[in-house]
């Protein structure tokens, strides 16, 4: 039973509705039947009560003269002509005088002249006894239990003296066509009944368990994965069901935010742990490098060394030149202490990259918005904004199109430099702004971890997306009061 | 009820007075097609072969009407009583009637021809029983049985089997443990080919007539026992018929085997044709009579 119940609605629905459905057709089509066999047996005792009253009256004269042979004729007559209106026809009909022996039958062979109805069997004993017990006005209907035949009894009596029993016999079989026929007309209208009914069940009862279904799947995975979306036309209803769909979709999305909330935590505690360990590491390598490249100063200016030595000390020097240079651009310090940006400063950077863009054929897109003074500090973020559109022009395809824009929006700078080159993966774009990035194919990759750092110490934020078919990215940086 | 019973009364009472007008109508207008001739013969008839061929008795009336020049009637009665009542009331002027009533009537009626039955003027009686009953080898192993009888005044159908008995030393009253009467031969058969009767006597002429017309039906008995011959059951004449219509009908009869047309009746009728037969051909159906009577 457990595991029945434990059935899916998909197939629990439509099937309790079936069974439910059949159950009921069932139930009125039995009941339909009981009364078509009641009906047809009610036909064949009322004809056969007609029948024994008018034999009986007949069979009077026949009996009082001791006619044996117009009486034979008598009660024969009847099983030679079925009128088509009663096709039941009698399986023998028996005179019996008052001992309840046979004074004629229709059928001589079984039902023998004189022979006692009582000894034939013990249904017919129980039948002799019946007619003897009853006192016999008018036909009667007898159905003894158990017996396979009906008798309809009718008194053979003259002014009430009695001369005997006309008893006509019907098999019970002679019922079943008429039965059959009737049954069959009520089974056919169940079937057409359940024909229309069970489509119709089945229909809705997978409209109900479907987006159940559905629901109960999604529901599992919580916990392990954040689901997909429900298709919101599997149930554009608003009953509770539909209401739980609603909920469901509300859940979704809150359970999405918080991911990527998580994910962008997770990412600028990466970065964030990333700068202080280059700071440390800047540190540690600056001051032996500082020492280094004094002890070579100190050297080429004092002592006396032969050529190839000194060529030996250039090349070390720039050696630690570079290791100085690279240091330098990953300890990115935006120099708060500096003149306030100006619109002109804009139009510089774009006066120093537009040789770059040019060199591509790129088509170069500039929309200058800022109109007066910025207080935020100029050479960071002219250093941001020639990081990101050195990027963008190296990224973009050739003659392609590379657009920046800057504009103050509330109380924020807004650079945003688009390209239309390649678009990056999402694994890409989840390390854009790490040091030394792959995607970097001359240079160091130190230019949008330098941008991001300073971004950073400037309390801004900076993201990368796609923008149709661009790459854009955007950086949003507060406007301090003054400062 | 009584609203109801007296209309239906009164219909009943319009359509006989109907009836007896339409009646009337037809004596007065056959009275008047036949002007002054004399009134039609009545012929009485018993022997029950014909009772089940309606159209050839219609077939032989027109055949004597258009011989005798003078109309027939056929005057048909369900038992021999019914029509020996109407020979002594004279209501018949001929009638072909079985052996016995004609012993019986023999003061009132004179012989007028006997048929002739497979070239004899002679029938049997044959005892019949079911053919599911293969044992029986005579009437006195029917001891206790159901048996059927033709008619109180047949000879072959009564008092022939009745005669058997007697000459066994048996009582024909208790032999049988029931006894009835179906009022023809032919019924006799019917009634032991169903079972009704385990035991019966039919005439042998009926019984070989049927046996051609109803195989089927003579095929559900077997003949045990044929009896002695006893004469055909005759033509009679009432003692009141003229001398010269006696003759008249006598040889209507006995020429029916010379034209065509009789010859075909004849053979419908299974017979060869007719003879001037002697009463002591009845001799013998006399003599039963007085010992089954005894």
Known sequence: MRHILNVSFRYKIPLWGSLLIVITALAVSASLMGRAYDDVKQDLSTSAKGLGRTLAVTLLPS???????????????????????????AELILVLDNARKVYVSTNPQAAPMLSELAQWSPEHAMLSKRIARLALRQPETIELPGARRIYVVAPIADEGARL???????????????????????????????????????YWGQRMAVPLVELATRMEQLGRQVPDDLDSRLYAYRDELGRLFEAYSR???????????????????????????AAGMAHEINNPLGGMLTAIDTLKCHANVDARTLKTVALIERGLKQIKETVAASLVEAKLKSRELTPQDIEDVHTLVFPQAHKKALRFVWRNGLTRDVALPAAPIRQILINLLLNAIQAASETGRVDCETDIIGRELRLAVANDGQLLSATQMEHLFEPFSPLSESGHGLGLWVVYQIVQQLGGRIAAGRDGERMRFVARIPVGDGA | MRDLTLPIRN?????????????????????????GEPPPFRIGLTTTSLQHAPGLLTEWQRYMERKLKRRVVFVQRDSYRETMDLLRLNSLDFAWICDYPYVYLQPLVRLLAVPVYHGRPYNRAYLIVPTTDAGATSILQLRGRVFAYADPYSTTGYLSPRYELRQAKEDPAHFFRKTFFTWSHRRVVEAVASGLAQGGSVDSY??????????????????????????????????????????????????MALDPEGEQLLKRLNLDGFTLGEPKLYDSVSRMMEIVDR
Not at chain 1, 175 to 199: C, E, K, M, N, T
Not at chain 1, 254 to 276: C, D, F, T, W
Not at chain 2, 21 to 31: D, G, H, K
């Open chain 2, 206 to 255: 009926v019984w070989d007539s049927l046996e051609l017309t109803q195989p089927e039906l003579t095929a559900r008995t077997r003949i045990v026992a044929r009896s002695a011959e006893y004469g055909f059951p005759p033509f009679v004449a009432h003692r009141a018929v003229p001398a010269e219509d006696r003759a008249l009908m006598q040889r209507v009869l006995f020429d």
């Open chain 1, 63 to 89: 009996m009082m003269n001791d006619d044996v042979w117009r009486a034979f004729e008598i009660i024969n007559a009847p099983l030679k002509a079925v009128s088509p209106d009663s096709p039941v026809r």
């Open chain 1, 164 to 202: 005997g029993t006309l008893v006509i016999v019907y098999a019970k079989d002679v019922i079943l066509p008429r039965f059959w026929s009737a049954a069959w007309r009520g089974g056919v209208v169940g079937l057409l009944v359940l024909a229309v009914l069970l489509p119709i069940n089945w």
């Open chain 1, 251 to 277: 859940m979704l999305k809150e359970l999405r935010e918080k991911a990527a909330l998580e994910r962008e935590i997770v990412k600028s505690e990466r970065l964030a742990a990333m700068g202080r360990l």
């Open chain 2, 11 to 35: 219909r009943r009472l319009l359509r006989s007075l109907i009836w007896g007008a339409v009646l009337l109508m037809t004596a007065w207008m056959s009275a008047a097609a036949y002007g």
